[in-house]
């Protein structure tokens, strides 16, 4: 497959996180686009290191990549337990209410 078709979804990719990350004001809902916008990232990375040399894979964009899916799923648990503290101090995960709060 073309590299740059690869590069267009995973930008159209980006960019849907990116939205939805500005958009949206459920917690939950901005703990999913930072995933999605993760992915996307891991992606190009991937298509980047593939263009270098197309029929030949280096190893090692694709252990930084396992490496940063493992750190990027440590980040999602982090961020759903702090949501869950939240709404168990709050009873909102709204972020609207949420800055209602600060001070």
Not at 1 to 30: E, H, K, N
Not at 40 to 56: C, D, E, T, Y
Not at 80 to 93: A, E, K
Request: charged share 15%; hydrophobic share 55%.
């Amino acid at each position: 497959m073309d590299p740059r078709i690869m590069l267009v979804a995973s930008f159209l990719i980006f960019g849907v996180g990116t939205y939805c990350l500005v958009s949206r004001r459920d917690l939950i809902r901005i703990l999913i686009s930072l995933q999605v916008i993760m992915n996307a990232v891991n992606l190009i990375f991937i298509i980047f290191s593939s263009m270098k040399k197309p029929l030949l894979f280096d190893p090692l964009p694709q252990e930084i990549v396992i490496t940063s899916i493992v750190i990027d799923g440590c980040i999602i648990a982090v961020g759903l337990v702090l949501v869950i503290l939240i709404f168990h101090s709050y009873r909102s995960i709204d972020v609207e209410k949420l800055r209602k709060l600060r001070w």
